[in-house]
């Protein structure tokens, strides 16, 4: 009888072990995320059809820009069952409101995620394997003051809850670093005249123009400063290096242009970058960015937890929060807070090509 | 000149090439409420539709802009005769608020079905006579922008004409303030209303070409667009062509102009405001036009 | 030319008429049916029952636009003028012909209403209420119809005005023109008019000349009774 039950149990055990655990992926495929979503999809695509075959299955939902409609996916996924964790949207908001679930199911939410406060709520159950706005802005503020030398800087940031976050985290970093700042504006996603604006910011004095904005309007900035000939420098934000959004501009308008991010998969630069570049290019027939790079490491270190046998939420939590995973872009190791990434690069556009130069790296951006 | 008189200078002739932009968008959405008296919140979305069609056979055809313009324009002429069969007809008889509504609907399903095709990223259109500036003494214009004004100026006088000097505006106008009485007198109503829709989409197609340029396309670029047009032809007057353009201009020209001196939420802001106080002192318009209704 | 077989209008009733050249009186009280009898010819309604025949041909699934072009001219109640085109727009914009033809027409509509030649460029909802009416005649005619049908002309018009257009009206008659004439104001009709039809709720009372009609005992009982008799 015993005998029986022993083995009823192992078969139950195996049973478990040998189903491919499900991995939802829950990013937002429409909507004003739909790029970003995209390519967090696919890097974690990308990733699932590497990992050994039988280990996971991939479950993509769409969040589109609501944070109910992130809420609804993730209620409808557990409908199924529990699962020990998800790739979670990219989108701030919708993060926040599946937080909380995350805490009653135990299952861990791996993202990319800038929106700084994430990390900031004591949610043990949040992974970010991207640098926050706050260490990237750092490395934006510090490019500009310490290897252009400026000290006037002047800001156009997004009136998002993106831009306005990122604007005060470049206005902390500035003061931290001696810098000041001359001018500080928002502008609205629909504003298509920016000549105004980058008018009263070039006459204000400063020395350097950062650019804290999304897709659209950094391309619109970026092209409107080379027809203004405005002659300051420009460090955009992380949207410019987007293959995407450099391919709205011609090579010329993007001359002596630089940008912020987390990495830049298109400028190459070690043997398994290149084969990470080669293998999208072919599953997805478009140039990866930052964040399908950032989830697909995100990704693979998770896969490699379930392959050492992780099942239930909390394994992978302890797995993810103790763990460090080399990964393609840069080394992950949480901070305690579920911060895995602390790097991020400066890239620079030469005027001929519209693939970026790594110029600057920064790693243990929050060590200080 | 000045320098403070050269700023000026140049933000009004920036806030005037914006200000074509939507008085293009404004134009189209005219054109379909002179004809059937039905708000067209669509148009918009037709002009990011427009906009689509030119990246898309940009990518096709490397040819300037210019030439793709007949091939957009003629496409999106065969998608209006679709859009007044789907938005308009079917609810010709009922409430306008239906028409309303279907045409916001078929708007929405046009952005997401856009998302779902293109994404939501960006896309820069074909450019319509190369790229760069254009000199006007101390002045800079870019070639998109000038060629925006310059078919602003033109279709807009066209449709001026078409309105109002010959027999298919004069049919239309009378089709739309009483379409019982224009079918009894022989006038081919519902012929015209689809004429008028195929034109407010091919004019679509030219200004989604002329935007997606220098402004690039997005699923939701034709929202911000027919809000500007919509107080446009709020402001101008309902109806109105020459109304809808000076609105829009006027529109442009308060957002570069404050936001060159204050800053741009600022423009926004009391650009709304501006509006809701016109409409309290002059409620029917700048050019108050015979379409009484508004919706 | 037009004949009405069994032309159902209202609930219960039926009309048959074979419309004769001249002017036909079409008299009633108010609700009797008459204008949704012209609707019915124009096309604007669609009968309860029966048929319409043009020139022998069956007109029920015609649009209101091929009856116009056929020689049907409409000239509704209330007059409908489209009040934000000038004078020449409402005229010139009905005639679906080239260029000389709409010339030609417009010279003639404007030979029958002079008044109208001078305000051409004037806005149609700016003319008094007698000029609107012979507006809205003229964009009738500017369809060259054969048969005219008009729906009540003479309503909120000063008596002298009346006269005027009743004149015009016999002067259409006898250049040719068919016309039904629906009317509440008897008595000038039936001055007019060579014969008359007498409509209630829906059924024809009576129907022969204009002489036949004036002393006809169903029009005093449906219109002397209505206090009508004017």
């Known amino acids: 009888m015993r005998l029986f039950a022993v083995l009823l149990l192992t078969l139950v055990a195996t049973k478990a072990l040998a189903e491919p655990v499900r991995l939802p992926i829950l990013v937002p495929v429409t909507g004003f995320l739909s790029l970003e979503g995209t390519s ?33 996916a993730l209620l ?59 260490l990237a ?165 998770l896969l490699d937890i379930l392959a050492r046998g992780a099942r239930t939420g909390e394994q992978v939590r302890a797995a993810l929060a103790q763990g460090q995973w080399d990964g393609v872009a840069m080394h992950y190791a949480s901070d305690g807070r579920g911060d895995m990434a602390h790097s991020a690069l400066i890239l620079c556009y030469d005027g001929l090509t519209r693939v970026p130069r790594i110029v600057q790296r920064y790693d243990g951006l929050d060590a200080g | 000149m000045p320098a403070e008189l050269l700023t000026f200078a140049q933000l009004v002739l920036n806030g005037l090439a914006l200000g074509a932009a939507y008085a293009l968008v404004a134009l189209g959405f005219v054109l379909v409420l002179n004809a059937t008296g039905a708000v067209n919140f669509a148009q918009g979305d037709m002009v990011m539709l427009g906009g689509y069609a030119a990246v898309a056979l940009a990518r096709a055809l490397p040819v300037p802009g210019l030439l793709l313009l007949p091939l957009v324009m003629a496409a999106m002429a065969g998608f209006g005769l679709l859009f007044s069969a789907l938005a308009w007809r079917p609810f010709r008889h009922r409430p306008p608020i239906f028409g309303l509504l279907a045409t916001v609907a078929l708007g929405l399903a046009l952005q997401e079905a856009m998302n779902a095709l293109e994404g939501a990223g960006p896309q820069a259109g074909p450019a319509l006579l190369g790229v760069g500036e254009i000199r006007l003494g101390p002045l800079g214009l870019s070639r998109a922008s000038l060629g925006i004004l310059l078919a602003c100026l033109g279709l807009g006088l066209a449709q001026g004409w078409l309105l109002g000097r010959t027999q298919f505006g004069r049919r239309l106008r009378a089709s739309a303030q009483d379409p019982v009485t224009a079918r009894a007198l022989g006038i081919p109503v519902d012929r015209l209303i689809a004429v008028s829709f195929m034109l407010a989409a091919a004019l679509a197609g030219a200004v989604g070409l002329l935007l997606s340029g220098p402004y690039f396309v997005t699923p939701t670029s034709g929202t911000d667009l027919i809000l500007r047009a919509y107080i446009a032809v709020a402001i101008g007057g309902w109806g109105s062509l020459r109304g809808a353009v000076v609105g829009a201009l006027l529109i442009a020209l308060f957002e570069s102009v404050v936001a060159g001196y204050a800053s741009s939420v600022a423009a926004t802001a009391a650009l709304y405001g501006a509006v809701l106080l016109l409409l309290m002192v002059r409620p029917s318009g700048l050019f108050p036009a015979p379409l009484g209704r508004r919706a | 030319m037009l004949r009405l077989d069994r032309v159902g209008i209202l609930r219960g009733g039926a009309v048959d008429v074979d419309l004769a050249a001249g002017i036909t009186a079409l008299l009633g009280p108010n609700g009797a049916g008459k204008t949704e009898l012209l ?92 000029q609107q009416q012979m507006l809205a005649i003229g964009r009738a005619l500017m369809t060259a119809p054969r ?10 018009l000063a008596p002298v005005l009346v006269a005027d257009l009743f004149a015009l009206l016999r002067m259409l008659a006898d250049d040719g023109l068919t016309i039904l004439l629906a009317e509440q104001a008897v008595a000038a009709a039936l001055n007019i008019a060579d014969r008359g039809l007498v409509l209630e709720h829906g059924r024809l009372q009576a129907s022969g000349t204009a002489a036949e009609i004036r002393t006809h005992a169903a029009l005093e009982r449906s219109l002397l009774g209505a206090g009508r008799y004017s």
């Not at chain 1, 939902?61 to 409609?69: F, G, K, Q, R, V």
């Not at chain 1, 306005?164 to 670093?177: E, L, T, V, W």
Request: proline share 6%; net charge neutral.
């Open chain 1, 40 to 72: 967090q999809r696919n890097g974690a695509l990308l990733a699932l059809k590497q990992a050994p075959p039988g280990l996971a299955t991939g479950e993509v939902s769409d969040t589109a820009t609501a944070p109910e409609n992130a809420v609804n």
């Open chain 1, 76 to 134: 409808r996924v557990l409908d199924q069952g529990p699962v020990p964790a998800i790739v979670a949207p990219m989108l701030g908001t919708q993060m926040l409101a599946l937080m909380p679930t995350a805490v009653e199911e135990k299952l861990a939410l791996l993202t990319v995620s800038g929106t700084a406060s994430l990390t900031e709520r004591g949610n043990p159950w949040v992974f970010r394997f991207f640098p926050s706005d706050r």
């Open chain 1, 137 to 301: 802005k750092e490395a934006h503020v510090r490019y500009a003051v310490e290897q252009l030398g400026k000290r006037k800087l002047a800001l156009i940031y997004q009136t998002t809850a993106y831009g306005q976050s990122g604007a005060s985290y470049i206005a902390a970093s500035a003061k931290r670093h001696g810098a000041e700042l001359l001018f500080s504006e928002g502008i609205d996603t629909d504003v298509k005249d920016l000549a105004p604006i980058l008018g009263r910011a070039a006459a204000s004095g400063a020395d350097v123009l950062l650019f804290h904005l999304h897709a659209g309007s950094t391309a619109l900035a970026v092209r409107q400063v080379a027809a203004l000939g405005i002659t300051l420098p420009v460090i955009a934000g992380s949207a410019l290096h987007q293959p995407a959004t450099a391919a709205l501009l011609e090579p010329m308008e993007l001359k002596g242009v630089c940008a912020e991010s987390g990495s830049s998969p298109v400028s190459g630069g070690s043997p398994r970058l290149d084969r990470f570049l080669a293998e999208y290019r072919q599953a997805f027939g478009a140039d990866p960015d930052a964040y399908a790079l950032a989830q697909y490491d995100a990704t693979q270190m």
């Open chain 3, 39 to 130: 609707e019915a010819v124009m096309g604007l309604r669609r009968p309860l029952a029966g048929s319409i025949y043009l020139d022998g041909a069956d007109i029920a699934r015609w649009t209101p636009e091929r009856r116009s072009r056929a020689g049907i001219g409409w000239c509704p109640e209330g007059r409908r003028i489209f009040p934000g085109l000038s004078v020449m727009e409402n005229l010139e914009l009905v005639a679906t012909v080239g260029r000389m033809e709409r010339r030609r027409r417009l010279d003639r509509v404007l030979g029958y209403l002079p008044a109208l030649a001078d305000k051409r460029g004037a806005a149609a909802w700016t003319l008094s209420g007698g």
């Open chain 3, 147 to 156: 048969i005219l049908l008009l729906d009540e002309p003479s309503r909120g």
